[in-house]
């Protein structure tokens, strides 16, 4: 039930009374009234609101409106900030998202950039190392203590918009689909087409960025800066080059986004029940969702990052195995998958998986954190300004 800004949780087929009238409820939803007095354009009904404070993990109980109704059992309403509140803008969904994508990008930016260089098929002797905190050891002792972290300017440029998009598309998406499909509960396969069509706007946006971002962590990058590296690509590979990989990032991202939030909801109805504000719960699922998507994707990722750095011994080495002359380019998921097979066997598509999953783990625990908080804050304001 949809009431003044919060949603309050009924069981399908429930009954209760309202001034006099009986009330059957479906998924949220007025079924009937009985007594009359209800015009149709008025559903879905809006409950009378609730006087008490707004708190986390707090069950408020509504009291029967007339001693008729002690035999209907009195019905259990909570606050439900897991969707914001119906009259919430969408700009609300797009802030929350904008910010928790760009503190997830940034403040994982070092482990992306070690991920990159350790995808790396044909490695220069001195970009080649053992784990990931080696390779950070190295990065900073050899090449200067900002370097982990050129071209994140790049990156939280388009993290911001592409997760604004991404969560508010997710979260319109999901809930309509849930309720099409199994009204006033929660539907695993509306997750996974939601996580889907939200991926393909974010992917969109990006692309670009991944490309310049990664051409710039590659060891002995000759690039001077982000524009020095736009310029450059669009001179010697033409607009292409920023979506060389895009069909390749949504091969590899539909299914991981899928993955992730069908784990990522499941997990919280086994840790989160309630779905009230849960800061652990939202960590701990988004970690784990993070890092099983990301090691079952870990081949594409592969793949991705070679057609985005275009790594130029690998290239040489494809295009001596094809007869190709000049000017070549590895382009096309099929291609890098041979390319990626040719150089270094089966092992080679997961080349970097441990930096993957350590940089996915906390990414996703971040972005699942931040959003859940700002939905939880943007929700508690609402209610309080209903209340006053």
């Given at each position: 039930?949809?009431a003044d800004g919060f949603v309050s949780r009924r069981a399908p087929g429930e009954?209760?009374?309202?001034?006099?009238?009986?009330?059957?409820?479906?998924?949220?939803?007025?079924?009937?009234?009985?007594?009359?007095?209800?015009?149709?354009?008025?559903?879905?009904?809006?409950?009378?609101?609730?006087?008490?404070?707004?708190?986390?993990?707090?069950?408020?109980?509504?009291?029967?409106?007339?001693?008729?109704?002690?035999?209907?059992?009195?019905?259990?309403?909570?606050?439900?900030?897991e969707g914001l509140p119906q009259g919430a803008a969408t700009s609300t969904h797009?802030?929350?998202?904008?910010?928790?994508?760009?503190?997830?990008?940034?403040?994982?930016?070092?482990?992306?950039?070690?991920?990159?260089?350790?995808?790396?098929?044909?490695?220069?002797?001195?970009?080649?190392?053992?784990?990931?905190?080696?390779?950070?050891?190295?990065?900073?002792?050899?090449?200067?203590?900002?370097?982990?972290?050129?071209?994140?300017?790049?990156?939280?440029?388009?993290?911001?918009?592409?997760?604004?998009?991404?969560?508010?598309?997710?979260?319109?998406?999901k809930f309509r689909l849930s309720d099409a499909i199994h009204p006033g509960a929660?539907?695993?396969?509306?997750?996974?087409?939601?996580?889907?069509?939200?991926?393909?706007?974010?992917?969109?946006?990006?692309?670009?960025?991944?490309?310049?971002?990664?051409?710039?962590?590659?060891?002995?990058?000759?690039?001077?800066?982000?524009?020095?590296?736009?310029?450059?690509?669009?001179?010697?590979?033409?607009?292409?080059?920023?979506?060389?990989?895009?069909?390749?990032?949504?091969?590899?991202?539909?299914?991981?986004?899928?993955?992730?939030?069908?784990?990522?909801?499941?997990?919280?109805?086994?840790?989160?029940?309630?779905?009230?504000?849960?800061?652990?719960?939202?960590?701990?699922?988004?970690?784990?969702?993070?890092?099983?998507?990301?090691?079952?994707?870990?081949?594409?990722?592969?793949?991705?990052?070679?057609?985005?750095?275009?790594?130029?011994?690998?290239?040489?080495?494809?295009?001596?195995?094809?007869?190709?002359?000049?000017?070549?380019?590895?382009?096309?998921?099929?291609?890098?998958?041979?390319?990626?097979?040719?150089?270094?066997?089966?092992?080679?598509?997961?080349?970097?998986?441990?930096?993957?999953?350590?940089?996915?783990?906390?990414?996703?625990?971040?972005?699942?954190?931040?959003?859940?908080?700002?939905?939880?804050?943007?929700?508690?304001?609402?209610?309080?300004?209903?209340?006053?």
């Open positions: 039930m949809e009954t209760s009374r309202v001034d006099g009238r009986e009330i059957r409820w479906l998924g949220g939803r007025i079924l009937d009234a009985a007594g009359g007095g209800f015009p149709r354009a008025a559903l879905p009904f809006t409950a009378p609101r609730m006087e008490q404070d707004f708190t986390p993990a707090v069950v408020h109980r509504a009291s029967p409106p007339t001693t008729e109704s002690s035999s209907v059992a009195s019905a259990d309403t909570e606050i439900d900030y797009m802030l929350a998202g904008a910010v928790a994508g760009i503190m997830e990008h940034c403040l994982m930016y070092p482990i992306d950039c070690v991920k990159t260089r350790m995808q790396s098929l044909n490695p220069e002797p001195g970009a080649r190392y053992r784990n990931v905190m080696d390779a950070l050891r190295q990065i900073v002792r050899t090449e200067g203590v900002w370097r982990p972290i050129r071209g994140v300017n790049v990156l939280a440029v388009g993290a911001g918009p592409a997760h604004a998009l991404y969560f508010a598309c997710y979260e319109k998406i929660n539907s695993h396969f509306a997750n996974g087409v939601a996580g889907c069509m939200a991926t393909v706007i974010h992917d969109a946006i990006m692309n670009p960025a991944e490309v310049v971002k990664q051409r710039m962590q590659m060891f002995n990058s000759p690039y001077r800066g982000v524009l020095h590296c736009i310029s450059s690509l669009l001179g010697r590979e033409g607009p292409a080059a920023f979506y060389r990989s895009y069909t390749t990032q949504l091969t590899m991202n539909i299914p991981f986004q899928a993955l992730h939030f069908m784990i990522y909801e499941s997990l919280q109805e086994t840790l989160n029940p309630h779905r009230q504000y849960n800061p652990s719960s939202h960590m701990v699922s988004g970690a784990l969702a993070g890092a099983i998507a990301a090691a079952a994707t870990t081949p594409l990722d592969v793949c991705k990052t070679l057609l985005n750095t275009q790594e130029a011994q690998t290239v040489v080495i494809q295009a001596q195995g094809t007869g190709a002359v000049g000017g070549r380019h590895i382009s096309g998921l099929g291609e890098a998958f041979r390319t990626v097979y040719r150089t270094g066997g089966s092992a080679a598509f997961f080349k970097g998986v441990q930096a993957r999953v350590i940089y996915q783990m906390p990414s996703t625990a971040i972005s699942w954190s931040v959003y859940e908080f700002f939905k939880y804050v943007i929700t508690k304001r609402q209610h309080e300004r209903l209340l006053k």
